[in-house]
């Protein structure tokens, strides 16, 4: 069965720091990843997605791929108090369905 | 535009009672998933169609845990009989095609 790994599990950064997270799918038919970001209480949103090997940035956030490894990272740099939240990467082969990994937990000390 | 529509967003039940969960997708997507969530393991898949057809259903929630999409802008998902474990929060989400998706609230279920 797929699996998504996400690490670390949590994360704290000073504000206006750098936070990156990893992700690694074991499923070596997937060819897209993405991003989503939940904060407390809500609903999951999506971040952004790759399927290029390469880099991706959109203002402050940046997904690296590098899809012989299946691994994705999403940087955020100077990062804020309204980035913390559980950041959930998922895999996808073929634009089927969405697996998900566990997130990591982002806390930006102000 | 309305996004996915969630009910009940709170639901509290009884050890052995069935429970009915409902979904609203957004208009015009064709891809419908519902989800689990907990903190342990995180998001769980337990059902997915595509065009109102099951693609998939969840493997390990097969026995307890059935859902529907009876048209293209309604689904539930039953969950008959109940148990303590089942008490987590359960997200529906749509897409068109192999877009990303768009969630729900959730909807929040104790089992007492």
């Known amino acids: 069965q797929q699996k998504v790994q996400q690490s670390p599990e949590s994360l704290i950064v000073p504000e206006g720091g750098m936070a990156s997270l990893n992700c690694t799918s074991s499923d070596r038919n997937v060819d897209y990843f993405w991003w989503y970001r939940q904060h407390s209480g809500k609903s999951p949103k999506m971040l952004m997605s790759i399927f290029s090997n390469g880099e991706k940035e959109e203002g402050r956030f940046t997904v690296h791929l590098n899809k012989a490894s299946l691994h994705t990272s999403l940087h955020i740099r100077d990062s804020q108090p309204s980035d913390s939240a559980l950041y959930l990467c998922a895999a996808s082969n073929m634009g089927y369905k969405l697996t998900f990994g566990t997130g990591t937990s982002l806390l930006v000390d102000p | 535009d309305a996004g996915v529509t969630q009910t009940p967003r709170h639901e509290v039940a009884e050890k052995g009672q069935t429970i009915i969960l409902k979904c609203e997708p957004v208009s015009g997507h064709n891809d419908l998933f519902w989800y689990r969530q907990t903190k342990i393991q995180g998001l769980e898949l337990l059902s997915y169609?595509?065009?109102?057809?099951?693609?998939?259903d969840g493997g390990a929630f097969k026995d307890r845990f059935k859902a529907e999409m009876l048209n293209s802008s309604f689904s539930t998902l039953k969950i008959q009989p109940t148990e303590p474990k089942d008490s987590a929060v359960y997200l529906c989400?749509?897409?068109?095609?192999?877009?990303?998706?768009?969630f729900g609230e959730g909807s929040k279920l104790t089992v007492l």
């Open positions: 169609f595509r065009s109102k057809s099951l693609m998939e």
């Open positions: 989400a749509s897409r068109v095609n192999t877009g990303q998706l768009y």
